[in-house]
């Protein structure tokens, strides 16, 4: 079984202030982790994924992402904010098991607000 | 390269009524999902299809919502009759490498 648990439906920045969007996830076997970035009226777009390696991941758009195994964690971050940031962030999680399908399942979002 | 193709885009129609959903994924990539995405929520999958098989299908409720993905490439998801409930976005994806790409979705108001 999976889950994910994203802190704070909604989260407001200033421009050129620090992003931090948060993420617990709960995963009986080790996990792959992602992030999808969802832009008004758009379907998601990959952000970042942790598969294997390095635990901090850079994406796309500045932003990267640190998994945390001993606290369950995968929190994004972007050290300044821009306006075209603002957009709602979905974290997700599937089992790292090789080989057939590997169920993905999805938080339930974090809308990020950019104040000028 | 040519993304997910979904139409249409918005579709406003009166409970009882039927609607189809059409989805066109990216050239080559075999594995193809519907995703629901109710407001302020995540996509929760209805089904996904390995070509043109639907290998899980357990989240599609059956009794009013149908798919089918003919050829293994285009897929159509219907719902008849339709509820106030089914009101969201349903979402396309085709995966490679465990990455998932969506389509812009197709919103649906159910009056």
């Known amino acids: 079984a999976q889950s994910v648990t994203q802190l704070g439906s909604h989260v407001s920045v200033s421009e050129g202030a620090l992003v931090l969007l948060r993420c617990n996830y709960s995963?009986?076997?080790?996990?792959?982790l992602f992030w999808y970035v969802q832009y008004p009226n758009q379907g998601l777009q990959l952000l970042l994924k942790y598969t294997t390696g390095a635990t901090l991941v850079k994406g796309i758009n500045g932003f990267e992402a640190e998994f945390k195994k001993s606290e369950t964690s995968f929190h994004l971050t972007k050290p300044s904010a821009h306006m075209s940031d603002a957009a709602e962030y979905f974290c997700?999680?599937?089992?790292?098991?090789?080989?057939?399908?590997?169920?993905?399942?999805f938080g339930t979002g974090t809308k990020l607000q950019v104040i000028p | 390269e040519a993304g997910v193709v979904q139409s249409p885009r918005y579709k406003i129609i009166e409970k009882k009524q039927p609607v189809a959903f059409w989805c066109n994924p990216i050239s080559g990539h075999n594995t193809l999902y519907w995703y629901r995405q109710n407001l302020g929520q995540g996509p929760e999958l209805l089904i996904r299809?390995?070509?043109?098989?639907?290998?899980?299908d357990s989240q599609l409720p059956k009794d009013r919502f149908s798919a089918e993905r003919l050829k293994g490439v285009d897929s159509t998801l219907k719902i008849q009759p339709a509820e106030l409930g089914d009101s969201a976005v349903y979402l396309c994806a085709s995966s490679s490498e465990r990455e998932l790409f969506f389509g812009e979705g197709s919103r649906l108001t159910v009056l």
């Open positions: 997700a999680v599937s089992p790292s098991n090789s080989g057939g399908y590997q169920k993905v399942t």
């Open positions: 299809y390995e070509n043109e098989e639907a290998v899980d």
């Open positions: 995963s009986s076997v080790p996990p792959y």
